[in-house]
């Protein structure tokens, strides 16, 4: 695998028992007559060109998700002047890069050992606490359509749009060159893990509605008093969360040590909700900046909101089915000389296992974390993923999505790239109204997608890649 041998050699702690992954630099390559995204230059690790079947139009909606020449993908994420994004290789290693408007990138290496050393901590659901507080007149940054009219007809409470509410310490912005970079980063980690939902058969997908810092020390528990509303410490969050409309809320930190003995404790915490009617005080979750970056703890954590829990040998706490857990499994030689192969929920690393398919001994063999959830629906080395039995993530999500998705309801209509009559739907209308308008426009027109004052090209392509009905 790409990064094992690197990163095994590379594991340093100065905070918190979290492998410092290795980093380096690159170039975001913009090539050819559309100035459509070609490749990621990252020194030390070369040039990932995209395939040729990227479709230009993504690069018009500001996320541009593209298949590699030699497999895997390629995630970018443009925000306020600055980028940020991830190259999933085919193996499962993660590289996570970020950088400024002149293209230039810095790049960690970081998936598998950063996720996988790193134990999640989830917790028990706790009971249902009221909601408190108002929403201030101000926030750093909001969806698009925040402060309007409510979502059509509660489009986005069905289970196709789970809407979120994502703080940030000032610790962990301390790590970020600006608001605007950290805000970019963020959003960037939320495309990987609608990634991972979408190549699972997940029918849901995470909306940011909301980003803010919030005032409070990282010390304590953060996930309790995260989840708190009048304990003193980041209580603004749920005045923020009402006004938004957002079903789950993501506290985003720089340390998790909070025992302050100068080690990070966990990636990741959040509640394993494994109540029927779900438990809206308890959708919030506590994420390390550098695991959301270059590992699954994000997407891993907002399983455990929906029930999921990890694979059985490591659950320590059930889900709410009892084929709610993450899958730990052998490629199709069924050899330790093999790979072996966790799902999003399960725990991966090198483990020391007497349970080899073709030797009687111990040895230490590597899992290693693929983004999918566990499914008996879908291969991974000629393997199935999960079991119908004992480790469906999948259903468990489509079954909760829903649940989850009325926590709050919809406030901020759903973003419909295409739709230029408003209708809810992109179709033969929206296409005539955009050739009617093409060329030069005003600022504000339905069919200047990319904002750049003309109707072109890169639109129509969004136009034509959104057709059917907004989602």
Same mark, same amino acid.
């Given at each position: 695998?790409?990064?094992?041998?690197?990163?095994?050699? *590379?594991?340093?702690?100065?905070?918190?028992?979290?492998?410092?992954?290795?980093?380096?630099?690159?170039?975001?390559?913009?090539?050819?007559?559309?100035?459509?995204?070609?490749?990621?230059?990252?020194?030390?690790?070369?040039?990932?060109?995209?395939?040729?079947?990227?479709?230009?139009?993504?690069?018009?909606?500001?996320?541009?998700?593209?298949?590699? +020449?030699?497999?895997?993908?390629?995630?970018?994420?443009?925000?306020?002047?600055?980028?940020?994004?991830?190259?999933?290789?085919?193996?499962?290693?993660?590289?996570?890069?970020?950088?400024?408007?002149?293209?230039?990138?810095?790049?960690?290496?970081?998936?598998?050992?950063?996720?996988?050393?790193?134990?999640?901590?989830?917790?028990?659901?706790?009971?249902?606490?009221?909601?408190?507080?108002?929403?201030?007149?101000?926030?750093?940054?909001?969806?698009?359509?925040?402060?309007?009219?409510?979502?059509?007809?509660?489009?986005?409470?069905?289970?196709?749009?789970?809407?979120?509410?994502?703080?940030?310490?000032?610790?962990?912005?301390?790590?970020?060159?600006?608001?605007?970079?950290?805000?970019?980063?963020?959003?960037?980690?939320?495309?990987?893990?609608?990634?991972?939902?979408?190549?699972?058969?997940?029918?849901?997908?995470?909306?940011?509605?909301?980003?803010? $810092?919030?005032?409070?020390?990282?010390?304590?528990?953060? $996930? *309790?008093?995260?989840?708190?509303?009048?304990?003193?410490?980041?209580?603004?969050?749920?005045?923020?969360?009402?006004?938004?409309?957002?079903?789950?809320?993501?506290?985003?930190?720089?340390?998790?040590?909070?025992?302050?003995?100068?080690?990070?404790?966990?990636?990741?915490?959040?509640?394993?909700?494994?109540? *029927?009617?779900?438990?809206?005080?308890?959708?919030?979750?506590?994420?390390?900046?550098?695991? *959301?970056?270059?590992?699954?703890?994000?997407?891993?954590?907002?399983?455990?909101?929906?029930?999921?829990?990890?694979?059985?040998?490591?659950?320590?706490?059930?889900?709410?089915?009892?084929?709610?857990?993450?899958?730990?499994?052998?490629?199709?030689? +069924?050899?330790?000389?093999?790979?072996?192969?966790?799902?999003?929920?399960?725990?991966?690393?090198?483990?020391?296992?007497?349970?080899?398919?073709?030797?009687?001994?111990?040895?230490?063999?590597?899992?290693?974390?693929?983004? $999918?959830?566990?499914?008996?629906?879908? +291969?991974?080395?000629?393997?199935?993923?999960? +079991?119908?039995?004992?480790?469906?993530?999948?259903?468990?999500?489509?079954?909760?999505?829903?649940?989850?998705?009325?926590?709050?309801?919809?406030?901020?209509?759903?973003?419909?790239?295409?739709?230029?009559?408003?209708?809810?739907?992109?179709?033969?209308?929206?296409?005539?109204?955009?050739?009617?308008?093409?060329?030069?426009?005003?600022?504000?027109?339905?069919?200047?997608?990319?904002?750049?004052?003309?109707?072109?090209?890169?639109?129509? $392509?969004?136009?034509?890649?959104?057709?059917?009905?907004?989602?």
């Amino acid at each position: 695998m790409l990064m094992l041998g690197m990163l095994l050699g *590379a594991i340093s702690s100065p905070i918190g028992g979290l492998p410092a992954p290795m980093q380096g630099g690159g170039v975001l390559s913009i090539d050819g007559p559309l100035g459509v995204l070609q490749a990621v230059e990252l020194t030390g690790l070369g040039r990932f060109e995209l395939a040729q079947e990227a479709i230009l139009g993504l690069e018009a909606t500001g996320v541009t998700r593209a298949p590699l +020449d030699g497999g895997g993908t390629l995630i970018v994420r443009r925000h306020q002047g600055h980028v940020a994004g991830r190259i999933t290789t085919e193996t499962g290693d993660v590289v996570a890069f970020r950088g400024g408007v002149d293209g230039r990138l810095t790049w960690q290496l970081g998936e598998p050992v950063v996720d996988a050393m790193c134990p999640c901590g989830s917790l028990p659901h706790g009971h249902a606490h009221g909601q408190a507080g108002d929403v201030p007149a101000l926030t750093r940054w909001r969806a698009s359509g925040a402060g309007g009219p409510p979502a059509r007809d509660g489009a986005g409470d069905d289970g196709a749009i789970i809407d979120v509410l994502a703080m940030y310490t000032t610790a962990a912005l301390a790590d970020f060159d600006s608001p605007h970079d950290l805000e970019t980063n963020v959003l960037s980690w939320f495309d990987a893990g609608n990634v991972t939902l979408s190549d699972s058969g997940i029918n849901t997908q995470l909306r940011v509605v909301g980003m803010e $810092l919030v005032e409070g020390a990282e010390s304590g528990d953060l $996930l *309790a008093q995260f989840r708190a509303t009048a304990d003193g410490v980041f209580d603004e969050a749920h005045g923020l969360r009402n006004g938004l409309g957002a079903d789950v809320m993501v506290l985003f930190v720089n340390s998790t040590d909070e025992d302050g003995n100068g080690v990070n404790d966990y990636c990741g915490r959040a509640y394993v909700i494994k109540s *029927a009617g779900g438990s809206p005080s308890s959708a919030c979750a506590v994420i390390q900046t550098t695991c *959301a970056a270059t590992g699954y703890t994000l997407i891993h954590e907002m399983g455990h909101l929906h029930g999921c829990a990890h694979d059985a040998a490591n659950a320590g706490v059930s889900g709410i089915e009892p084929h709610a857990y993450g899958w730990v499994f052998w490629g199709a030689d +069924d050899s330790c000389d093999d790979d072996r192969w966790c799902t999003v929920m399960a725990y991966g690393g090198l483990d020391e296992i007497d349970d080899c398919p073709d030797e009687g001994d111990s040895e230490f063999v590597w899992t290693q974390r693929i983004g $999918l959830f566990s499914t008996p629906d879908l +291969d991974h080395d000629g393997t199935a993923v999960g +079991d119908a039995v004992e480790a469906d993530n999948v259903r468990v999500w489509n079954d909760r999505a829903p649940v989850t998705a009325g926590y709050r309801a919809s406030l901020i209509p759903l973003d419909c790239p295409g739709d230029v009559d408003a209708s809810g739907e992109v179709d033969m209308l929206d296409l005539i109204q955009m050739l009617g308008a093409w060329g030069v426009v005003s600022g504000g027109h339905g069919a200047d997608i990319n904002e750049d004052l003309q109707v072109g090209l890169l639109d129509l $392509l969004v136009l034509l890649d959104r057709f059917g009905r907004c989602t």
